[in-house]
């Protein structure tokens, strides 16, 4: 009646963590920092609030992706 569970594996081979983590943190701080920089040369009638979105949310994307591989990397199994 019972059968044998599946093992659960990540999709995503334990040797690519720590590789995964560099690119994405780099990117992420990349987008990050160009998002500060738009922010702080911008003036307020200038602003694109669509533009703001996007770069944050990508920002924020890389950078939770990156520390996700980070920590996986490090062998903390979140």
């Given at each position: 009646?019972?059968?044998?569970?599946?093992?659960i594996?990540?999709?995503?081979?334990n040797?690519?963590?720590?590789?995964?983590?560099v690119?994405?943190?780099?990117?992420?701080?990349?987008?990050?920092?160009s998002?500060?920089i738009?922010e702080?040369?911008c003036?307020?009638?200038n602003?694109?609030?669509?533009?703001?979105?996007?770069?944050?949310?990508?920002a924020?994307?890389?950078?939770?992706?990156?520390?996700?591989?980070?920590?996986?990397?490090?062998g903390?199994?979140?």
């Open positions: 009646m019972a059968s044998a569970a599946k093992a594996s990540s999709p995503v081979p040797e690519w963590y720590p590789t995964l983590a690119v994405m943190l780099s990117v992420g701080l990349v987008v990050a920092a998002f500060f738009y702080a040369t003036t307020k009638r602003r694109c609030i669509v533009k703001e979105l996007i770069t944050s949310g990508v924020s994307l890389f950078l939770g992706f990156g520390s996700l591989f980070l920590l996986l990397s490090a903390v199994y979140v």
